[in-house]
């Protein structure tokens, strides 16, 4: 029987192909995923990996065999995926993994209207009948198959994203999009089609392989041809998306990087502005400013763990209007509460195109603090290293603690989060301060007691 504790994680299955899991594995999904959800139809799409469209189709046939309809959308992003299940009040079934290297791949689940399937949410129990059938045989079929048809949602999806910010009006920019070789490629060019963008395309072409670089713009190392081309050619912002193209990352028109908490401070005023006393979401390790800003617009900002599952559901449950998280994940009740970083894009450039001055003087009324970035500790022990750095600031006069996840240390000057990784021997290390001098002798201080 295959060790499902290896891909089946915290909100997703992902694992290399086909060593840990394969075509006959994801049929078994499907039938799973038709099971739990009690669907009488699911939607499916998938990315541009190389294993994608047959384990996919594999997904489909396990589905249809216990009497469920099947809509595959094909070539989608994430964020194309949620949309359909939104759009077509379907549970949902994404093929992709996303940033990782071309040998994996994944399964992100939702249900109908786009709501997260996690452990506590149904995956628990997809992995469990999975793992009975793969010990003792495929599951009875239904006395009648249900039907796998095709249907192309893209011009729905980028009509769905348009109707939710008013591009029409902006002054013409010019625009740089890396896609990473992943499904930006394939959902750029007709979200922007008759926009006043002059769009300048970097690895457009859908390729599995990422032959370029990773698409993974987290990692500074893959925005540098971005970067480089914002510079060559002059433009007025650059977009940078990652695999499966449901996060993007802003640089300015100096090839700077703009802070995803700014991009979430930004978007969080003009949602305010429709919404006006709207409740807006963020984890525990984004900027000061977030909050700041979601105050000074009429908001109510509520802080939240790290992680889409805890941001959907304080969404659902507050009705909040918008979330942001550092890693560039945006999330919109519009949208079904999902996250879309295509209409955090949207936004961005239109807030750029309603005004005469550059980006960087657009976001520097957000970008307020000095902050450190995440910096990742490769620990034997991360409980007996978190206690040691809890030890040491619990006695710190005008220290505040709490662990709402992992460790925050506050102070009036600065704060600092520390927390485990799920899946790695890691610490992640954030800090934040008033200026750059603070924030780094906070780093030093709480580095030198994790890696003593």
């Known amino acids: 029987?295959?060790?499902?504790?290896?891909?089946?994680?915290?909100?997703?299955?992902?694992?290399?192909?086909?060593?840990?899991?394969?075509?006959?594995?994801?049929?078994?999904?499907?039938?799973?995923?038709?099971?739990?959800?009690?669907?009488?139809?699911?939607?499916?799409?998938?990315?541009?990996?190389?294993?994608?469209?047959?384990?996919?189709?594999?997904?489909?046939?396990?589905?249809?065999?216990?009497?469920?309809?099947?809509?595959?959308?094909?070539?989608?992003?994430?964020?194309?995926?949620?949309?359909a299940s939104g759009y077509l009040n379907l549970p949902g079934a994404m093929f992709t993994a996303s940033h990782n290297p071309a040998r994996y791949n994944g399964i992100k689940m939702c249900r109908a209207g786009a709501a997260p399937i996690g452990q506590d949410s149904g995956l628990a129990e997809i992995r469990t009948l999975v793992e009975g059938w793969a010990d003792s045989g495929a599951p009875e079929p239904a006395a009648e198959a249900g039907t796998i048809t095709q249907r192309d949602v893209l011009e729905d999806y980028a009509a769905h994203l348009r109707s939710l910010v008013d591009l029409t009006a902006i002054r013409p920019l010019k625009v740089v999009v890396d896609a990473g070789n992943g499904m930006g490629g394939h959902t750029v060019p007709t979200v922007f089609e008759g926009l006043p963008l002059e769009l300048h395309a970097l690895y457009f072409e859908?390729?599995?392989?990422?032959?370029?670089?990773?698409?993974?713009?987290?990692?500074?190392?893959?925005?540098?041809?971005?970067?480089?081309?914002?510079?060559?050619?002059?433009?007025?912002?650059?977009?940078?998306?990652?695999?499966?193209?449901?996060?993007?990352?802003?640089?300015?028109?100096?090839?700077?990087?703009?802070?995803p908490s700014a991009i979430t401070a930004l978007v969080?005023?003009?949602?305010?502005?429709?919404?006006?006393?709207?409740?807006?979401?963020?984890?525990?390790?984004?900027?000061?400013?977030?909050?700041?800003?979601?105050?000074?617009?009429?908001?109510?900002?509520?802080?939240?763990?790290?992680?889409?599952?805890?941001?959907k559901a304080e969404m659902a449950r507050s009705g909040a209007i918008f979330g942001g998280e550092h890693s560039a994940h945006y999330y919109?009740?519009?949208?079904?509460?999902?996250?879309?970083?295509?209409?955090?894009?949207?936004h961005v450039l239109a807030a750029l195109g309603g005004q005469k001055g550059p980006l960087s003087d657009l976001v520097a009324q957000y970008d307020r603090y000095a902050a450190s970035g995440e910096i990742n500790s490769t620990v034997d022990d991360q409980a007996g290293r978190m206690e040691a750095v809890k030890a040491a600031y619990e006695r710190r006069e005008g220290a505040e603690l709490d662990e709402l996840d992992g460790l925050t240390v506050t102070t009036p000057n600065w704060w600092f989060n520390l927390r485990p990784?799920?899946?790695?021997?890691?610490?992640?290390?954030?800090?934040?301060?008033?200026?750059?001098?603070?924030?780094?002798?906070?780093r030093d201080e709480v580095l030198s007691i994790v890696r003593a």
């Open 421 to 442: 990784s799920n899946t790695e021997p890691l610490l992640r290390l954030n800090v934040e301060a008033r200026d750059e001098e603070t924030a780094a002798e906070v």
């Open 332 to 346: 919109f009740r519009d949208f079904w509460n999902a996250d879309t970083g295509m209409l955090a894009a949207l």
């Open 206 to 259: 859908l390729d599995g392989t990422f032959p370029n670089h990773e698409a993974n713009p987290l990692d500074p190392k893959n925005i540098v041809d971005l970067q480089a081309r914002v510079r060559e050619t002059g433009a007025d912002i650059g977009l940078a998306f990652d695999g499966d193209a449901d996060r993007c990352f802003v640089v300015d028109g100096s090839g700077e990087p703009v802070s």
């Open 268 to 311: 969080a005023s003009r949602e305010l502005a429709k919404h006006p006393g709207g409740t807006v979401i963020h984890n525990c390790i984004t900027s000061w400013s977030v909050p700041e800003v979601v105050k000074e617009n009429g908001g109510t900002p509520v802080r939240t763990r790290v992680g889409h599952s805890f941001i």
């Open 1 to 83: 029987m295959p060790d499902l504790s290896q891909i089946v994680k915290a909100y997703d299955v992902r694992g290399v192909v086909p060593d840990q899991w394969d075509e006959s594995l994801a049929e078994l999904f499907g039938a799973a995923f038709a099971r739990v959800t009690d669907a009488d139809a699911i939607v499916v799409g998938h990315d541009m990996r190389p294993s994608s469209p047959g384990l996919a189709r594999a997904f489909a046939r396990g589905a249809a065999s216990l009497g469920v309809d099947v809509t595959e959308i094909g070539l989608c992003s994430t964020d194309q995926l949620y949309f």
